[in-house]
C-alpha cells in the first residue's frame, strides 16, 4: 500500500473517532436530565394487572397497566393508560385514563388526564367522564370535582358515588339530574337500590322545564 493512502487512512481513522467521541459527550450531556429521572426509579415493569380489595366490602377492584413505576422515598405506584375495574354483585365498572398513582400507604388511587367511564350499576347501564379521579378503598367512594354520568335516559353531574350495602349514593354539592323530559333539578343527592329503582328525594329545586 502506497505511504500516502495510509497516512491519509490513519487520519481518517482518528477523525471518526474523534468525531464519535464528541458526538457521545453531547449525547451524555443533553440526556442528563433522562438519566437522574431514571435513576430514581427503584423498579419498572410492562403490561401489569393488580387486584385490590375494598375495605369491609364485598367489591373489588383490577388494574390493568400498560407500564407501572415507582420512585425513590416515595410511597406511589405510577400506572400508564391503566384500565381500573371495580366489580361486585351486580356492579361493574370501568373507568379509563391517561395516567394515575396508587398510594399504597393510603388505599387511594388517583387518575388524571380524560378519564371515561361505563359500566352497570343493578341493571341501569350508564357512560359518562372527569377531568380527575380519586378511588379510596377504605371509604369505598369516587371522588371527583365533576362527574357527568348518563344513566338511561338522565344527565347527572356530581362529585362522590358512595358504595353502601345494596345501595349507591350519588352525591354533589349540589346535584343536578336532567330528564328526557326536559326537567332539570337540582339536588344534594340521589339514591340508586339494588333493585334498580332510582330514589330521589322529595325535597328538589325545580330549575326549568320544556
Known amino acids: 500500500m502506497p505511504k500516502s493512502i495510509l497516512v491519509y487512512l490513519i487520519a481518517l481513522f482518528f477523525l471518526i473517532g474523534s468525531m464519535l467521541f464528541l458526538s457521545s459527550f453531547f449525547l451524555n450531556t443533553s440526556s442528563e ?3 437522574r429521572q431514571n435513576s430514581e426509579i427503584i423498579f419498572e415493569a410492562k403490561n401489569i394487572s393488580l387486584t385490590l380489595n375494598f375495605r369491609e366490602s ?3 377492584l383490577k388494574i390493568d397497566s400498560s407500564m407501572i413505576n415507582s ?3 416515595e410511597k406511589n405506584l405510577y400506572v400508564f393508560n391503566p384500565v381500573v375495574s371495580i366489580f361486585g354483585k351486580d356492579i361493574s365498572i370501568n373507568l ?3 395516567r394515575g398513582k396508587i398510594s399504597y ?3 387511594i388511587i388517583e387518575l388524571s388526564n380524560n378519564i371515561s367511564i361505563e359500566g352497570n350499576l343493578y341493571q341501569n347501564i350508564f357512560q359518562g367522564d372527569a377531568e380527575s379521579l380519586q ?6 367512594n369516587l371522588k371527583s370535582e365533576k362527574i357527568m354520568l348518563f344513566l338511561d335516559d338522565k ?3 356530581f362529585n362522590e358515588i358512595n358504595f353502601r350495602d345494596k345501595e349507591v349514593f350519588f352525591k354533589g354539592e349540589p346535584l343536578y339530574l336532567k330528564t328526557s323530559d326536559g326537567l332539570q333539578t337540582e339536588t344534594s343527592f340521589i339514591r340508586l337500590k339494588s333493585s334498580g329503582e ?3 328525594p322529595k325535597k328538589i329545586e325545580v330549575k326549568s322545564l320544556k
Open 71 to 73: 420512585l425513590k422515598d
Open 105 to 107: 400507604d393510603k388505599n
Open 33 to 35: 436530565e433522562i438519566e
Open 135 to 140: 378511588v379510596d378503598l377504605n371509604d369505598k
Open 198 to 200: 332510582l330514589i330521589i
Open 58 to 60: 364485598n367489591l373489588s
Open 96 to 98: 379509563i385514563s391517561n
Open 155 to 157: 344527565e347527572i353531574s
